[in-house]
Structure formats: C-alpha cells, structure tokens
C-alpha cells in the first residue's frame, strides 16, 4: 500500500466554499488520493497513521494556532471558530517517514514529507497580509481573492524559504467528478501563472525529491510534497 506515494497521492485541504462568518465554526477535510480523488485504500492508511498528522492555522493577525485533528469517513478533518474577518490559511502536516518501495525510480529507503494549505475568507474585509505559512515546500498566490473562470492566478513555489526554479507544478481542476489538469515549470525567481479555465475546485501540486537531505544509513533522499487548494471557482 506504501506504493502509492510512489505513484502520485497526495494531501490536500476541502472546505465547503460559502460566505463564512466570525464567530462560527469552518471545518477543513484533511483527503489523500490523487488528484483530488479519495483513494479509499489511501483513506483507511491517513486514519490509522494520524498521529503523524498535524495541523495549524494563520489568522489575519498572522497568529498561528495549532488545530485539532478528528476522524471522518474516508478523511480526517480540522476545524476552528474565527475571531476576526480576513483571510484564514489552514495548513495541514503528513510526516509520512522512511519508506522502501520497489517501484521504479523509487527504488530503496526515502523519507517521505507532505504539505497541504487552503485559504478561507471570513467576512467581508480582506486586507492584504502574509500568506507565507513557513512550509518546507510551499505554493504561495502573490495575489488572494475570489477567482473567477479566466482569471490568471500567479503562484511562487518556495523550497526552504528560497525560490525554487525549474520546479514542476500541476494545476487540477475538479467538478462533478470530471478533471482537468495542466502542468508547467515555474521560472527562474519560481514563479508560475496558471489560467483558470474551468469551474470547480482547483489543486496546485508540486513535488521535490532532494538528495542533500538524504541521512547515511538510513535513507538515499527527502521527498517533500506541498498542496494549496482553492474551493469554488466559478463564472
């Protein structure tokens, strides 16, 4: 079952896309499959391996809070009560660990790290403040408002707080089941621009196998996934 980190699967953050309110409680789905998808086999392997599942919250303020993590059919969830409008960035942590897998190109032990952010609005004032959350891989959009089919959307993929050039980034996008998904390499200051050609739920991906952070002995490499998610993209 470990395999399917080797092929592809991922974390990432749901929320129901609706006009949230201070004082009122806004839950995240915590999901693993592949491209938006529940993997069910994924699901019961999440559920079982929670403890090593950790999730926190930047308000407006840029306050960090550490968040509860509570079981769900096929997914795990975080939730919290907003104290003041603005944006919300809730980040979940998958410290999967040292895996050997005989899938190709996968071959031999490797320390395996996921990432996965969201951000959701609570009332009616958005000012601008920082969407960093400090990820050791990390998808960051240089501008955070209601998007709309057509729109661009400019991303910055960090690497240890660097700029990370060269990188691959898939964008899905989900609705009814249906997906449509792009790839792109992000440029030299690793910044990418995607189009917003559908409806729906997109995922933004990359991932980054890094042999400097590979431990003698124990694993040849780090391989660190990162996520960000934007709910309800529409016309």
């Known amino acids: 079952m470990d395999e399917m980190f080797a092929r592809g699967h991922e974390i990432w953050l749901e929320h129901e896309y609706r006009h949230k309110h201070i004082g009122k409680r806004a839950e995240c789905k915590i999901c693993l499959g592949h491209k938006m998808k529940i993997d069910v086999a994924g699901a019961k392997k999440l559920l079982s391996n929670m403890d090593r599942v950790k999730s926190l919250i930047f308000d407006p303020l840029n306050k960090k809070h550490n968040l509860d993590v509570e079981r769900r059919e096929n997914c795990l969830a975080t939730s919290f ?79 240890d707080g660097l700029p990370l050039s060269d990188a691959t980034l898939s964008a899905t996008c989900i609705k009814d089941g249906d997906d449509h998904s792009i790839e792109k390499k992000t440029d ?39 996520t960000l998610t934007f709910m309800g993209t529409h016309q």
């Open 81 to 159: 009560i907003p104290e003041v409008a603005g944006y919300h960035t809730v980040v979940a942590e998958y410290d999967i660990g040292v895996l050997d897998l005989s899938h190709p190109g996968w071959e031999g032990p490797k320390y395996f790290y996921q990432y996965a952010k969201t951000i959701i609005p609570i009332g009616h004032e958005f000012q601008e403040y920082n969407l960093i959350a400090g990820q050791g891989l990390e998808i960051i959009p240089l501008d955070m408002k209601q998007y709309f089919v057509g729109d661009e959307v400019v991303l910055s993929v960090l690497y």
């Open 188 to 226: 030299d200051d690793g910044m990418v621009k995607i189009d917003l050609v559908k409806q729906g739920n997109w995922m933004f991906l990359v991932r980054y196998r890094d042999s400097d952070k590979g431990v003698k002995g124990e694993y040849g490499e780090k391989v660190t996934t990162s």
